[in-house]
């Protein structure tokens, strides 16, 4: 029996859809860390462990950070609970945020950026003569 490329090839997909399909859930960050992709298991946990809402996160983050967030997921690691963010930056860049969850959300600012060059006056200083 032989093999062509286009046999092989199917053969490869198959059996690397296989193993995703097989592979566990990417929700869990460490081996201590649930998180909860799904809202409708999240929503009760944020009413019984009265976190931050999803929503005053997202606001959060779109005045404070300047980002469009675009996905929210509720995670839990231990007695800690935080929020994983995946937020496109004002050039286009993605990437991942977390911010607890037991606010308030002011505490968690991010600090402020140190002024530039333009911005900072020189002493002035007097020569004597």
Request: charged share 25%.
């Amino acid at each position: 029996m032989t093999f062509g490329l286009r046999s092989t090839s199917a053969l490869g997909a198959l059996v690397l859809a296989a193993l995703l399909t097989l592979s566990p859930a990417p929700a869990a960050v460490g081996q201590s860390t649930q998180c909860f992709e799904d809202w409708s298991d999240a929503a009760p946990i944020v009413l019984r462990e009265n976190l931050v809402s999803a929503r005053d996160v997202q606001a959060w983050a779109r005045k404070r950070l300047k980002v469009n967030v675009i996905r929210v997921t509720l995670c839990q690691d231990g007695e800690r609970y935080f929020y994983r963010l995946l937020v496109r930056e004002p050039k286009g860049r993605i990437r991942n945020r977390t911010i607890e969850a037991r606010g308030p959300l002011e505490q968690n600012d991010p600090p402020p950026k140190p002024p530039g060059k333009s911005s900072k006056k020189r002493p002035e200083t007097t020569v004597p003569r």
